[in-house]
Structure formats: structure tokens, C-alpha cells
């Protein structure tokens, strides 16, 4: 969980420090704003928000609940990002949290937001791109690169080489 | 609101064809994923390691979310369906009975299995019990990863003269005769015809996949797999190699019963 909190901190700086505090109304804006303060436990500098897995959050009086869409079927990483939704929903709201997954559409990488797109080449990490031949090298924006590997550290991401500044770099599968 | 199995119960029909049609789906994606996890550590190449165990991570989580749905239908749960059945109580194809082998085995029966499975998986996109059509909808999506990379590697060992080329042949004809079974017809699949959970009959999309292979084999000049031996027996009868992996892959749970992580 300090892991966790850390996460939420670095997420928190970069959205502003915006706050809505205990006596904000529990209403669906407000719990989205809260979930763009929940990072991806694998790319901490995305939130939940940004990474467009949010499918629908639905404000009960009795309960708050948030479906989710899963980046890859089996990513190991959706049990901590449950977690970590439900406890930072009921610490601020107070109330309990029910998060389900789904597949009822697809998660696609085009569902990732401009400034997640920002923040993943901010720390050398291309964001997805329409086929190879778009892809970009993070640090020194040359088209001169190859893919080295579809298949990377983790299931999201592939490895590619920047022919122009010799650097390798990880780069988000467009799915 | 979700679309879960217990949410959308299926119609009375083609439960029994559902059930065995993910019962071997997720075998099938179990079996090849564990088999090739042993891959991890000692691939050939350090960015194959990491590719393979990637392959691997992403076969167990489709094996996961289907042993989910089978759950669901069948009262149980999924890490009972993988962990505690007698290995011949496992559905997967036999094509995938053959154990690891060389890197060339590897290749040949993933190549096999991913342009099988393609097939499989496009008459199952639309169909129309939702749960299941909604995870093959994302299943698709990362198995298009999974047929480039494999293609890639059929490729490079083809065309390599020499040993990866006479590997890759031995590999093909030990695997070939038993390649069909990945199509062998369930019990009740005619129902799940009729409800149009699934497009087509398996024997017609065993057709479709011999005539998709055909034009890579000849341009590869590589052994066309022959007709299966023994379709019956397609999903049965594993042999040594599955029982040796049922061992390696139920050890924590048969040491420690109820262990979670």
C-alpha cells in the first residue's frame, strides 16, 4: 500500500493538486476526478483516467461502483488496480466501493488520453501508434527505428531500437 | 449491468456444447501456455526469452478468463478446472500432447496451434451468447501479436538452410498428423451451430484453416500436415509428455491445497 500511496502522491502533483475533500457531493464527476488520482501500478505516470480503462462509474446511495475494462486479459496488475481503486474511493467518499471488469467493449490503445500520450514519452515510453511505420523514437522524435521485438516487459509494450540516437526504447502495442 | 455468464445464462440448448466447447478452449490455452513457460530462462535469444514468456503470460490469462466462464456455468471455480482434474480429464488438443522438444518443435506447433486457434476464434467473433463473444473480441486483438511474431519466426527457420530448415521439417512431420485436432468436433456442437454461438461446424473450419496454410507450406517448400490420425481420439488419450506436465503444473497446488498469491 505505501507503494501504492507513493503513486497516488506523484499522480496527485502532476493533476494539480486538485482535492475534493470529504464534503464534495458523491457524484459521478466527482468520483472521476478521484480516479484521475489512481495510477496504473505498471506505468505510475498514467492514471487509471488517463490509460481509458474507466468504462462507467455509477453513484449509488448505498455504494459507489466503477467497471473497468482490462488492458490485456490476463494482466497480472488488475487485482492491485482494484485495490487501489476501492481503497482511495472509500477513503474520500466514504462509502463502500464495488469494481468490476469487463469485457462488453474492448479496451483499445487509442483509449489512452493525450496527456497519458504525453506522460508515457516523458519517461521514454512511445505511446501507441496506428502501425510501425508511425512510431516515433521517445527521446529524439527520429522515424529511423526498427522493432526489435513485439513483445516487451510487459504484455502492453514492445521493444524497438532508434536507429538516429542509438537508443533502445519500449513502446505501448497498439491493440 | 455486466455481462457476466451468471448475468446471461445461455440458452438450455447449448449449454453442454458451451461447456465443452471452453473446457477445451481453455485447455488448449493452459496446456500451450504452461508448455511453453518452460522456455522461460533458456530461450534461445534473451529478447526471445522475454517474447515467449510473454507468449506464455498472455495464453494463461485467456486460459484464466475462460476456466472464468466455465466456472461460472458449472457452479465450480476456475482454479479448480485447471488445477485439480486427473490428466485425463483434460480436453486440450493432442497436437499439444508432444512435449517441449527443440526450439524448432516450438515453432512448428505454435505456428500450428496460433493459425488454428485464428480460425477458431473468427467463428466465435459475433456470436451470440455475449460473454463469451465480448472476451473473444479482446482475445483477437492479442492474438494478431501472437500470429505475426510466430509467422516471423516459420519464416526465418524455413528459409535458413541447412539445420534450422531440417529441424523445422522433423518438427512438422512428428506434429502434422495430429495438427487437426484442434478441430475435433465437440459433444453438442450442432446446438451451438443453431444458437449461433459458433459460425460454422469445426469440420468446416478445419477446411478453411488447411486451405489458409496450404499457400505458406508450398512457398515454404515445408511438409503440408496430413489428414488427422485418429480424430476421434482428437482430445484424448494424452500420453506421457501431459502427464510428466500435469506433475510440474499442479505441484503447489497438490504441496499446498488452497494456496493463493
Sequence with gaps: ?????????????????????????????????????????????????????????????????VTILPTFVGCPALDVIRATIVDHLAERFGRPVRVETTFEVPWTSDRISLEGRAALASIGIAPPTDGPAAMRCPFCASANVAMDSAFGPTQCRSLYYCRACRQPFEALKSV | ???????????????????????????????????????????????????????????????????????????????ALAYDREPGDYQHARLLDHGRGDWAMTIARRYLYETADAVRLEALVGGSWAPLADLVGKLVREERYHQMHIGSWLERLATAEGEPRDRLRAALGTLGPDAGTVFTPLPGEPALVADGILARPMAELEADWRARITSVFDRLRLPQPPPTRDPERGRTDHGDAFTWLHGEFTIVRRSDPGATW
Design chain 1, 1 to 65: 500500500m505505501s507503494e501504492a500511496g507513493t503513486h497516488a502522491s506523484i499522480a496527485r502533483a502532476r493533476s494539480g493538486g486538485a482535492h475534493a475533500g470529504p464534503s464534495t457531493p458523491v457524484t459521478d464527476s466527482a468520483v472521476r476526478a478521484a480516479l484521475a488520482e489512481v495510477p496504473d501500478p505498471e506505468l505510475p505516470v498514467l492514471s487509471v483516467v488517463d490509460l481509458g480503462i474507466i468504462h462507467r462509474v455509477t453513484v449509488a446511495p448505498d455504494a459507489i461502483d
Design chain 2, 1 to 79: 449491468m455486466s455481462r457476466s455468464a451468471a448475468a446471461v445464462p445461455p440458452a438450455p440448448t447449448a449449454v453442454a456444447g458451451l461447456e465443452a466447447l471452453l473446457r477445451s478452449m481453455a485447455d488448449d490455452e493452459f496446456v500451450i501456455g504452461f508448455s511453453d513457460s518452460e522456455w522461460t530462462g533458456i530461450a534461445p535469444l534473451l529478447e526471445e526469452d522475454i517474447a515467449m514468456s510473454s507468449l506464455a503470460q498472455d495464453e494463461l490469462g485467456h486460459a484464466a478468463a475462460l476456466y472464468g466462464l466455465l466456472a461460472e456455468l458449472t457452479d465450480t471455480d476456475a482454479d
